[in-house]
């Protein structure tokens, strides 16, 4: 079982920006896609962004995407969220998990989920 932390959270002001870390430990993450993905009150988990196991494919969600970039470094088993940008809208738990099925980015294809990290943007 692999174990994530999430850490890189914090409060900051519309505009700001932010990187999120997501490590790993336990059993590896290797071959795996990992993904970011976030959570407001009273609002289902919802997705952010996910690299593919060599970094070389990404994606994001349409509200992120030219503001936030997803990056890993296999040999520190860690993945990145460099959030730039921010806007009050991007306030919530951010989650990191892995992709163990890659058929698509719905919620159920991701496990092994983190504590999350607590991302608010003041306006």
């Known amino acids: 079982q692999v174990q994530l932390v999430e850490s890189g959270g914090g409060l900051v002001q519309t505009g700001d920006s932010l990187r999120l870390s997501c490590a790993a430990s336990g059993r590896t993450f290797s071959g795996y896609g990992m993904g970011w993905f976030r959570r407001t009150p009273g609002k289902e988990r919802e997705f952010v962004a996910a690299?593919?196991?060599?970094?070389?494919?990404?994606n994001y969600a349409d509200s992120v995407k030219g503001r936030f970039t997803i990056s890993r470094d296999n040999a520190k088993n860690t993945v990145y969220l460099q959030m730039n940008s921010l806007k009050p809208e991007d306030t919530a738990v951010y989650y990191c998990?892995?992709?163990?099925?890659?058929?698509?980015?719905?919620?159920?294809?991701?496990?092994?989920w983190g504590q999350g990290t607590q991302v608010t943007v003041s306006s």
């Open positions: 998990a892995v992709q163990y099925d890659s058929s698509s980015y719905r919620e159920k294809n991701f496990g092994s």
């Open positions: 690299i593919s196991w060599t970094g070389s494919y990404t």
